[in-house]
């Protein structure tokens, strides 16, 4: 569908449930930027007139310039595929440091590791305008 409202796009929501549902990617975006500009600066004009043959200014002047920039940004991204000896060595931090099961058929993790068991998450919300809840993380998991 090509300019349709959200509302209309439920009906092409085809959910096989958390079990068929899997994490395959995870990322990090985060961006920490600080800037701490300071500019000093002075102009000095001083007229003169050397016995009225002719006037001018005599003028001076400086500006001191402070300038501090941090670029704290980091954006890792992995994806969570055995294989490679990456990847294998990846997914198996995952599987020791969380206790996560792996799918051995489609070599992800499925979202039955992060399915909460709270149903007052999936309860209606927005009166179900965009469909039901069909899924809620754990937050604890």
């Known amino acids: ?11 092409g929501i ?7 549902t899997f994490l395959s990617n995870v990322s990090l975006f985060s961006a920490s930027y600080k ?3 300071q500019v000093l600066k002075a102009d000095f004009k001083v007229p ?4 009225g043959i ?9 500006e001191l310039r402070h300038s501090l920039n941090v670029n704290d940004q980091g954006t890792p991204f992995v994806t969570l595929k055995p294989g490679s000896a990456i990847g294998t060595a990846l997914v198996n931090l995952v599987i020791q ?3 996560l099961r792996l799918d051995s058929a489609a070599s992800a ?7 909460s068991g709270d149903m007052k998450l999936t309860d209606p919300f927005l009166d ?5 809840m069909l899924w809620a993380s754990d937050p604890g998991g």
């Not at 085809?14 to 068929?20: C, E, K, P, V």
């Open 97 to 99: 440091q969380y206790n």
């Open 1 to 11: 569908m090509v300019n349709a409202v959200p509302e209309a796009l439920v009906s």
């Open 14 to 20: 085809n959910y096989l449930g958390a079990s068929r």
């Open 35 to 37: 800037q701490n500009a």
């Open 48 to 51: 003169f007139a050397p016995e």
């Open 128 to 132: 179900n305008t965009f469909g039901g």
């Open 54 to 62: 002719t006037s001018g200014a005599f003028k001076v002047g400086g």
């Open 109 to 115: 993790f499925p979202g039955t590791n992060f399915t």
